[in-house]
């Protein structure tokens, strides 16, 4: 018995984290199952804590996060939180109702499903399709879609770089003279 809540902790911190991954993700990712592939798990059931490293890759759909180290917290109200570091982080996700895929690499991944808030910390870079965003602290708020960049962190200087390219000319409609 003790085994079998061990093991539903583990699937449900994951899939709350995975469910709750922000809103430009293919809707129809948060119904799929969470795999998870990682040299080694430890989960704390009274702290309500789960740990993964080594190679950890989680997947959900279309949803793929590598990283080295995954740790997913959830709290009383069921929500979840973790963070992912790595050598980088990696994630990369199919837009809503698009063709496109959002990938994005830091040196750490911050996400509190609370606020629906992600953090992309320390060389951080986001590509929508064909935009691309870079500074050392990327934040996402799916509920607004609100992006901020900051080039610098921890007192450091820094500078952001962004390329938004634009639309291509069959999306432009031309007038006629």
């Given at each position: ?62 949803l793929l996060i590598t990283a080295d180290r995954i ?107």
């Amino acid at each position: 018995m003790k085994r079998y809540v061990k093991t539903f902790f583990l699937f449900a911190s994951l899939s709350l984290l995975a469910a709750s991954m922000p809103a430009w993700a293919e809707r129809a990712d948060k119904s799929k199952p969470v795999n998870l592939e990682s040299n080694s798990a430890h989960m704390d059931e009274a702290k309500k804590l789960a740990i993964y490293e080594g190679h950890v890759v989680l997947t959900q759909g279309t949803l793929l996060i590598t990283a080295d180290r995954i740790e997913v917290h959830q709290d009383e109200q069921g929500f979840s939180s973790g963070e992912a570091t790595g050598n980088p982080v990696y994630f990369r996700e199919k837009l809503e109702s698009s063709d496109e895929y959002a990938e994005g690499w830091a040196n750490r991944l911050e996400y509190d499903g609370r606020a629906d808030k992600m953090k992309l910390i320390g060389q951080a870079r986001l590509k929508r399709g064909e935009d691309d965003l870079r500074g050392n602290l990327i934040v996402y708020d799916s509920d607004t879609e609100f992006f901020q960049a900051q080039g610098g962190i921890g007192g450091k200087p820094g500078r952001v770089h962004a390329v938004i390219r634009p639309k291509s000319d069959s999306a432009v409609v031309k007038a006629k003279p």
